[in-house]
Structure formats: structure tokens, C-alpha cells
């Protein structure tokens, strides 16, 4: 016995007289009460509660008589009063009831009648708590997370099921400990063999890579880096890049790119940028010949049938998106180079012609985001995403289901107060999360700024682990999305500790303080913890801009297919175009990212 039931009670909740250092906020307790029964006789029920909250107090004690110690400088040990006459009352937010006889397994029924007064209130022991959080249900799947908060001997583990079919949000502060809950969870999938796909920006996540050895027998892990290549499968690439860029056409445009679409042939295997790059220099020369106002071909499919207007504005919404993949290519070339000793990256296979080799039994696909433009990222997530959602939509049982894992979520499905226009992946996860459960594609949301994800998106996952949040702002668009979420829970996750939390909603039979285990086992020992005095104390400046000129030089040199271009000795024949009528190169510069702010 820890206390007695005192005052008022009611069927949600009640208070108890705490014996002194016997239990602590968040501990789980229980009281035998009778209830009325269907008979209308009654009978013995165990009232199962969570301790949301301990008001210590102690009436020989007035403030009267603090302030006097206070203006005198005084020692409580020197005066006549009593410290010994306090006492601890404790708010119990009650879960529900079940029956004092059952032995295997609990069900929890709401309580249609108050607790009685008076009532002896219990520590239960670690084996009733198990069978309270359905510990003895074996045939049901469980990812285990870690333990009760202050109970180490409880484990606390969510419904699989629930988990990949209903999506799940982690939320915290930085520091908090989400990616070491994410980790955790995925650790526990991995074990159950179910495929994962993870966007990961930071590289928060390769230390999978690098401790596979201590994966289940069979896990491959996969680290992709981004690459867009076009086929006769997938000649739509080019257009979903122009419109998941925000680069909107008109229908006159629009008839013009498929113009030169029709127009430019396709090998399978050729990079999206030089595909787009042939494009472009058939935009030209529709440009030049509308210039010259050529008056020998009147077909319909001649360049006047199109405006000087129409055919610069295809050209350039096609030259934004080849600088995008051209310093996405720079990029990969930077990575792979400065990551080669300790990682072996893959090139993305494409997620319409080939999603076998992203989402397989048994497989962690990684891509790894790191380095690349917040559009860029956006881009790749909704292109690969989308592509692997049509498949399991479209019912062609090429891919297993799958959870997608989507770390610092606040990025790719942003609220509307943040802006949207360079997002587009936020329409896609809309999607996915509406309708994925229906078609096995689960997602995991990671953020460490809660108040700045899509409202729509954050209410569609149906089970929430919420760890450290101390921003006013957070908590606050917390409560506003999790339904029970109560004021006394939202008060106390400001004083969690790293790796302490509340898991709440479908994944668990009612909100729970827990300690989620931390895997330090597969932390990345190459990244995420780098010496920055270090590297800044024995910098080469002279190195450094060396290497930044030689860069330079070759991404602003001509590509091998402008150089083999068969109107470009047309081109050189030509006078050069004065300075001011002169277009931007289509080959990158480092001004792309100041370009695609305009």
C-alpha cells in the first residue's frame, strides 16, 4: 500500500494521501473498488491510474512563518516548528478498469462509476503492469522502445501493425533524443524483416551502415545518393521535374516541349541533364530560326506556329532544371570522393522502372541527402516517394509494403505559415499518409520544430512519441493535434531528459512515460560528432583555393554533348551576340542557387 483515497472522486480521476518516497509522477497504480454490474448487483474491480501530478504540503508550516525565517536568518533546526506534519497528495488520471480475477491477459473498460473514498491504493508489481500493457498478447507483433519512466523492470513496446499501417510522428527538441528513438524503432522493424526506406539529410543514420555485421542474418543495407536518368519507361522525368520545381508552363509551352521531346531521341540510361541539355539546344534553334524569320518551311510544325516568347520561356524553365541536376551531379561527385574509405554509395535506381532494387524484403534503403538544396531534397523525396506509392497503389505487387522514414520533417512538409512553393514533397506525403495505409506504406515523421509541420499531415498519424519540448509554440501545436494529450502531460515534457518521453495513441493501449534504450551500438563513429577546433585549427587555405578554383573550371567548361552538338560549328560560324543579348549558359555556375531564388 502506497496511500489512501481522499475528497472527491469522479470516473476520471481521484486523489490519494502518498506515503512518503513510495512513488513518483508517472507511475502507474491501481485501487480495488466496487462497481455496479450488468445484474445490477456489484462487484470487485482493480482501478487502474497514472500519476499525473503531487502537491506536497504541511499546515504546522505557514508562509507566515517562512517569511519570519527569512527576515531573521534563521535555521529551522533552531525554532519550535514541526517538519515532520507534511504531507503528499497525489492526482491520479484514471485509464480504466478491468476484472480482479483476470489472470492471462487485461482488457480495460472505461469506469462508469467513481472510486470509493477511503480506498487503498497500490504499487502493482512488474508482472501486473506487463499484462496491463498486453506484454502477454505473444501473437501479436511488438517493436520494443525501452521502459517505463522510473520502472526499469517494465518493458514498454508499440503494436507493429499500428506502427506501419498508421503512421507515427516523433517529436523533440534538439538534444532530446528523436533520432535515438527513431533508431531504436527502426532497429526493432529491421528484426521483423519489413523493408525501409529513409530520407536521411544528416546522415543521422549511417551508422546502420557501418554496424551492419550486427544486423539480423540477411539485412542488406543500402546508401543511394541522388540521380536522375531518363528511358522510354520513364520519359515523363523531365516534365515532373519541371512542375515538382514549380517551373509552370502555359498550354502553348506545353505544346512546344512535347515538340521537342517527340523530336529528341532517348537511350536508355542517359542522365536526365544531358537528355535536358538536348533539349534545350532544340529550343535554340527554333529560337534562331524564328529570329531570322525563315519563310522556307510553312508546315504546321513550323516555328512560327510558336512565339519568340513561348520557346525562351520553355528555355529557360528547361536551363533552372539543369543547373539543379548538374550541381546535384557536383555534389554526388564531392560525396563519393570525400566518402569513399568508408562508405559504398549506390546510384539511385529509378523508382518507376526499377523499385525491386529500393524497396526489397529485408533491405534498409538509405539516401543520403546531405549537401544538397533544400528544393533539391524536396524534389528527390517526392519523385522517389510518389514513384513507389503509385506501385503499391496500382496493386502490382512488384514491391512489398514498406515504411518510410523521413527525418527533420519540418523541411519537406512545412506549414503554410513557412511557405510552400519550393516544397514538393508536401503534396506527396499529403497523399501518401491519406491513403497509404491502405496499400502498406507507412511513414515515420521526424521534426525537432513540431509548430512548423503541415497540420493536415501531423493529425493523420495516429500514434505520437513526444520527448523533450520546452518552445511554448511546440507544446502548444501538440496538444492542438494529439486528442489525448492531457494539460498535466503537456506541462511535464519541459523536465524529460534526454531519451525520455509520452507514447501515445493507437500503438499503445493508453499515453505512457517511457525511457526509450538507447542502440549506441549503431551511432555513426564518422559523422555526427566531428572535432570543428580541430579542423579549423589546421585548415589549408592555400589547399582550399586550389581546389575551389579546379572546381570551378570544370563545371563551367562545355559538357561532352555541347561540344558534340551538330549546330555548333553553326554556332561558331555566326558572329557573337553582343553582351547585353547574350543568354546564360545552360553548364552550371555558382550563381544557380542565387538564380533559384528569383
Not at 501530478?53 to 499546515?59: G, L, V, W, Y
Not at 505544346?255 to 532544340?282: C, H, W
Not at 502548444?476 to 524529460?496: G, W
Request: a positive charge; one cysteine or more.
Amino acid at each position: 500500500m502506497i496511500g489512501t483515497v481522499v475528497g472527491n472522486t469522479s470516473t476520471d480521476s481521484y486523489k490519494f494521501i502518498l506515503r512518503s518516497f513510495r512513488a513518483k509522477v508517472g507511475d502507474i497504480v491501481a485501487t480495488l473498488s466496487a462497481i455496479p454490474d450488468d445484474n445490477k448487483s456489484h462487484g470487485n474491480a482493480i482501478i487502474w491510474g497514472r500519476i499525473v501530478s503531487i502537491d506536497r504540503h504541511n499546515p504546522f508550516f505557514p508562509a507566515e512563518a517562512a517569511q519570519e525565517l527569512a527576515e531573521q536568518n534563521l535555521r529551522l533546526i533552531d525554532t519550535v516548528l514541526s517538519t515532520s506534519r507534511d504531507y503528499l497528495n497525489a492526482e491520479v488520471l484514471i485509464l480504466g478498469s478491468s476484472d480482479e480475477d483476470s489472470t492471462s491477459q487485461m482488457d480495460l473498460s472505461p469506469l462508469t462509476y467513481p472510486v470509493q473514498p477511503a480506498a487503498r491504493v497500490i504499487n502493482p508489481p512488474a508482472s501486473a503492469i506487463k499484462k496491463l500493457l498486453g506484454a502477454s498478447e505473444d501473437n501479436v507483433p511488438k517493436l520494443h522502445v525501452g521502459s517505463l519512466l522510473g520502472r526499469s523492470d517494465v518493458d514498454v513496446s508499440l503494436a507493429a501493425n499500428k506502427v506501419v499501417s498508421r503512421h507515427l510522428a516523433i517529436l523533440a527538441m534538439t538534444g532530446g533524443g528523436k533520432t535515438v528513438a527513431a533508431r531504436r524503432i527502426i532497429l526493432a522493424l529491421i528484426g521483423h524483416g519489413y523493408p525501409i526506406v529513409i530520407f536521411d539529410p544528416h546522415g543521422d543514420y549511417l551508422g546502420f551502415y557501418e554496424n551492419r555485421a550486427k544486423l539480423p542474418p540477411g539485412t542488406d543495407v543500402k546508401l543511394f545518393y541522388p540521380m536522375m536518368k531518363v528511358s522510354e519507361e520513364n520519359i515523363t522525368v523531365v516534365s515532373d521535374l519541371l512542375a515538382k520545381m514549380g517551373r509552370k508552363m502555359t498550354d502553348a509551352q506545353h505544346d512546344f516541349f512535347n515538340k521537342i521531346v517527340m523530336e529528341t531521341k532517348i537511350s536508355d540510361g542517359t542522365k536526365a541533364s544531358d537528355y535536358i541539355l538536348e533539349l534545350i539546344q532544340r529550343a535554340e534553334n527554333t529560337a534562331a530560326k524564328i529570329a531570322r524569320k525563315d519563310k522556307e518551311d510553312d508546315a504546321e510544325d513550323s516555328p512560327k506556329k510558336f512565339g519568340a516568347t513561348t520557346v525562351n520561356a520553355v528555355k529557360r524553365s528547361l536551363s533552372f532544371v539543369l543547373n539543379a541536376l548538374k550541381q546535384m551531379e557536383q555534389n554526388n561527385k564531392v560525396l563519393c570522393e570525400r566518402l569513399k574509405d568508408d562508405y559504398q554509395f549506390h546510384e539511385m535506381p529509378d523508382p518507376k522502372r526499377d523499385p525491386e532494387d529500393i524497396v526489397r524484403k529485408k533491405q534498409v534503403s538509405i539516401f543520403y541527402l546531405a549537401g544538397y538544396d533544400h528544393l533539391t531534397q524536396s524534389t528527390i523525396v517526392s519523385m522517389v516517394l510518389d514513384a513507389l506509392f503509385s506501385h503499391r497503389a496500382a496493386l502490382t505487387n512488384r514491391i512489398p509494403p514498406f515504411q518510410t522514414v523521413i527525418e527533420e520533417a519540418h523541411n519537406f512538409i512545412p506549414s503554410r505559415q513557412e511557405g510552400t512553393d519550393e516544397t514538393p514533397s508536401l503534396m506527396t506525403v499529403r497523399k501518401v499518409i491519406t491513403e497509404g495505409r491502405k496499400f502498406g506504406t507507412g511513414l515515420m515523421i521526424i521534426s525537432q520544430r513540431p509548430a512548423r509541420l503541415d497540420e493536415t499531415i501531423l493529425t493523420q498519424c495516429n500514434s505520437f512519441l513526444v520527448l523533450r519540448l520546452v518552445n511554448p509554440k511546440d507544446k502548444n501545436f501538440v496538444r492542438s493535434v494529439m486528442e489525448n494529450l492531457s494539460e498535466s502531460d503537456a506541462n511535464i515534457l519541459q523536465t524529460f531528459g534526454p531519451g525520455q518521453g509520452i507514447v501515445s495513441g493507437q500503438a499503445v493501449r493508453f499515453p505512457l512515460l517511457v525511457k526509450v534504450h538507447h542502440d549506441k551500438n549503431f551511432e555513426s563513429s564518422k559523422i555526427g560528432d566531428e572535432d570543428f577546433l580541430k579542423a579549423a585549427a589546421s585548415w589549408n587555405e592555400s589547399g582550399t583555393r586550389a581546389r575551389n578554383r579546379g572546381a570551378f573550371t570544370a563545371a563551367a567548361a562545355p559538357t561532352p554533348a555541347a561540344k558534340a552538338s551538330p549546330d555548333a560549328n553553326k554556332k561558331e560560324q555566326q558572329p557573337a551576340p553582343s553582351k547585353a543579348a547574350r543568354s546564360d549558359p545552360p553548364s552550371l555556375k555558382f550563381s544557380a542557387v542565387a538564380k533559384r531564388k528569383r
